[in-house]
């Protein structure tokens, strides 16, 4: 009787001892076992997200401010290179259409084009910087220029500075330079021109 308690009571330790360790599993975990996380191991790990875009409405590209600067800069920069090296064609593709439109309205592409020309012996656009000066709607930035050199020799300045447009339209950036381009933007920038880029030389 006292061997087949003391058999029993070791066959329930070595159950109870199989139960509280989980025993052995010699398998190897499957993919999805081994994939699978608790929400510990999850908020242990680093998580890095993109940073939001700070504007996605209204007609402007969902990226940050900065990256609109970049584009608007890398477009007025080319636009005024394109004017000094005399490709008039791709400098006038470069505009937004409703400043292309009110230059043929106004005086026609060969009085827009000899008014670039009339730049070209003198500006040095290579240093161009272009900065945000505000987000006016519609896809439409004023940008403040510096950094182009101006080498009129009656004029009474050396750089080619001011404040200008962008709009974005079709997915990329389009020079809107101009007081006059929309009746809005007269009422507030004509009393205002001595501001605009190039208005001081």
């Known amino acids: 009787m006292l061997v087949a308690v003391l058999i029993l009571l070791l066959g329930a330790g070595a159950a109870a001892a199989i139960v509280l360790t989980g025993g052995e599993d010699e398998t190897e975990p499957s993919a999805?076992?081994?994939?699978?996380?608790s929400p510990i191991d999850s908020s242990d790990e680093e998580t890095t997200e993109a940073e939001p875009p700070e504007t996605e409405s209204d007609g402007y590209p969902p990226v940050a401010r900065q990256d609109m600067e970049t584009a608007i800069e890398s477009a007025l920069l080319t636009y005024h290179e394109n004017v000094v090296t005399r490709d008039f064609r791709s400098a006038w593709a470069l505009l937004s259409s409703r400043k292309r439109q009110q230059n043929v309205a106004e005086y026609g592409y060969g009085e827009w084009r000899r008014a670039q020309e009339s730049l070209t012996?003198?500006?040095?656009?290579y240093g161009l910087t272009a900065r945000i000066d505000a987000l006016?709607?519609?896809?439409?930035?004023?940008v403040m220029v510096t950094g182009m050199?101006?080498?009129?020799?009656?004029s009474s300045c050396s750089e080619w500075s001011g404040l200008t447009w962008a709009k974005y339209e079709g997915g990329e950036w389009t020079y809107d330079p101009g007081y006059s381009t929309t009746s809005a933007r007269r009422r507030v920038w004509e009393p205002r021109a001595d501001e605009l880029l190039g208005a001081n030389c």
């Open 121 to 125: 012996e003198d500006l040095d656009p």
């Open 149 to 154: 050199g101006w080498s009129a020799p009656s």
């Open 136 to 142: 006016e709607g519609e896809g439409v930035a004023r």
């Open 32 to 37: 999805t076992a081994a994939s699978e996380k």
